[in-house]
């Protein structure tokens, strides 16, 4: 089992950055794949960005490509999405999610793990 805490979030003007963590503790961050999701009001959870394990591979919905970057540190326990560019958009409270199956899956229903999720706002 794994615990998961996002930080990083808040208000930005669009053009801006903001770069989320995602702290976990429990079982070998290592052993788990790394997703990134968020949710916006009265829409469903979506992907956003993901990393799998053993693997450099990273993976981005089409709408923040060129623009997000996931990352991960397992010396440190922690995943990291850098948001660059941002829009009102992708205003949304963003999750980390995590699990412990090879491969990479974009639906959020095979994900075991969720962090408490973390606010972005970015005004216009």
């Known amino acids: 089992q794994v615990q998961l805490v996002e930080s990083g979030g808040g208000l930005v003007q669009a053009g801006g950055s903001l770069r989320l963590s995602c702290a976990a503790s429990?079982?070998?961050?290592?052993?788990?794949?790394m997703g990134w999701f968020r949710q916006a009001p009265g829409k469903e959870r979506e992907f956003v960005a993901g990393?799998?394990?053993?693997?450099?591979?990273?993976y981005y919905a089409d709408s923040v490509k060129g623009r997000f970057t996931v990352s991960r540190d397992d010396a440190k326990n922690t995943a990291y999405l850098q948001m660059n560019s941002l829009k009102p958009e992708d205003t949304a409270v963003y999750y980390c999610?995590?699990?412990?199956?090879?491969?990479?899956?974009?639906?959020?229903?095979?994900?075991?793990?969720w962090g408490q999720g973390t606010q972005v706002t970015v005004s216009s």
């Open positions: 990393t799998i394990r053993l693997s450099a591979s990273t």
């Open positions: 999610a995590a699990h412990s199956n090879f491969g990479f899956y974009r639906d959020y229903k095979r994900y075991n793990y």
């Open positions: 429990g079982r070998t961050f290592s052993s788990y794949a």
